[in-house]
């Protein structure tokens, strides 16, 4: 068990570092893991400032994560329109939004009892 929870970790970690490649920001990790009825594990949420920075980031996340921890992702919706971009690893949804988007939908409140840990910008 403890090595599935350790797996999830490690892939949290490297989405986080898949967003800082392309300089995404206000990154935000919010732990569903203890919440009944969540939908995933952890959300993964951060945004790029143009519609071409929110596509390289996904870009940048699914190469990190297929490079470093041999994973894909199950789906990703949003590509195209890019504004606001999901991809799904199972037990991680990673969110990428333009900032109207992030504000509009505020996905950090809607999961009130998830723990969040805000990252630095690393620019």
Known sequence: MNTVKESTQQLVNTIVEGIQEKKGSGIVI??????DGSIA??????????????????????????????EKPINVVGLGTNQWVAI????????????????????EDLWEDAKLTRIPDIY
Do not use: M, W
């Open 30 to 35: 919010a732990d569903l893991s203890h919440i």
């Open 41 to 70: 594990q952890y959300f993964v949420i951060c945004q790029g400032n143009s519609p071409s920075q929110v596509e390289a980031i996904t870009e940048s996340v699914g190469e990190f994560a297929r490079n470093k921890n041999n």
């Open 88 to 107: 799904d690893f199972a037990d991680i949804l990673v969110h990428i939004f333009l900032p109207e988007t992030r504000e509009f939908y505020n996905l």
